[in-house]
């Protein structure tokens, strides 16, 4: 019995290589845990996006086309109604959401009294799960109509600004036509480009944060000079109310550090989120074309693509890629 004795307890050296052990063992299990949440919330997202576009068509087989991106009239002298809505407010019974629906009053502006409280609910729907669900917005673009606090959304129906090249001009108007525009919808009859090949709605990912290159930027203020014009303050972006009744997003490009939107530039997909296609998805965005499906847009696709997938006559020849 003399060679027995007791361990009581780990050498200090035997401690630090446990420690170190596990150390690496999480290094190495973050990342691919988080690879598969995102993986996750990517694929909510397309789903989302899937239920946003049977709305979209059952709006259409209901009344014979999609409605318009915008109602209402253009200036604000004219009298309402027509009252401003989104199309949003329109497809709500198709997303499950009949008694918010109910509880809208369409015989209303959007932004009017009698909608302050219903347009507060967040719907699960109309938010990407890898961005920051339950934001409020107050859209501060909208002054001259009625300033509203109410829940933020991830993405907006699309068409095409001036800006972006060989758009410009009075020429090309009809070319810069989506599917849905501000007072005007369309049948699939008008979709010329084919269902398919055209862009309906995309994400604009975590307005009113102002997002640019990956990061949000509460030291920047937005390129506020560009379509819609708004008194945002630094780290804020105009925007992103479910219930507003500006609802396209008209592509045009940033420039390649996503800082500037006005005059167009190289960066078509996931530079800023201030009124360009934006989401939190590494390498690029979600995106529903006209015919339903949902297609991962990639941030390198070049702006003249990204605008010949967004017009729904244009004629261009696009890619399958």
């Keep these: 019995m003399r060679g027995r004795f007791n361990r009581d307890a780990f050498t ?36 989302n996006l899937k239920q946003i576009g049977i709305a979209l068509h059952n709006y259409e087989g209901t009344n014979g086309m999609f409605p318009a991106a915008s109602t209402g009239p253009a200036s604000t002298s004219a009298p309402t109604p027509p009252y401003r809505h989104g199309w949003v407010a329109y497809t709500l019974p198709w997303i499950e959401q009949d008694n918010v629906r109910r509880g809208y009053e ?23 799960p890898s961005a920051d669900f339950g934001r409020v917005a107050t859209s501060t673009s909208l002054n001259v109509y009625g300033r509203r606090t109410a829940a933020a959304w991830d993405y907006a129906s699309v068409n095409v600004s001036s800006y972006a090249p060989g758009y410009s001009g009075t020429a090309n108007a009809a070319r810069r036509s989506g599917v849905m525009n501000d007072r005007q919808g369309s049948s699939i009859a008008e979709i010329l480009d084919g269902l398919s090949n055209t862009l309906m ?34 780290g804020e972006v105009s925007g992103g109310v479910w219930a507003e009744h500006q609802k396209a997003v008209s592509i045009g490009g940033a420039s390649a550090d996503g800082a500037t939107t006005v005059g167009g530039g190289p960066c078509a997909i996931n530079c800023t989120n201030d009124w360009e296609l934006y989401g939190m998805h590494p390498g690029g965005v979600n995106g529903l074309m006209a015919d339903g499906s949902v297609r991962f847009l990639k941030s390198t696709m070049p702006i003249d693509v990204l605008a010949a997938l ?7 020849s696009v890619s399958t890629d």
């Design 106 to 128: 369409i015989n209303a502006n959007w932004y009017d009294t009698v909608n302050a409280q219903v347009i507060l609910i967040p719907i699960k729907t109309y938010g990407c």
């Design 201 to 234: 709605v995309s994400e604009d990912a975590n307005r009113p944060q102002l997002w640019v290159m990956g990061r949000k930027r509460t030291d920047m203020v937005a390129d506020t000079s560009n379509f819609p014009a708004g008194n945002v303050g630094p």
């Design 310 to 316: 967004c017009n729904r006559a244009g004629g261009e």
């Design 12 to 47: 200090l050296i035997e401690l630090l290589v446990v420690i170190a052990i596990i150390a690496v063992l999480i290094g190495l299990l973050v990342p691919a845990v988080q690879k598969v949440r995102e993986a996750a919330n990517r694929l909510s997202c397309t789903n």
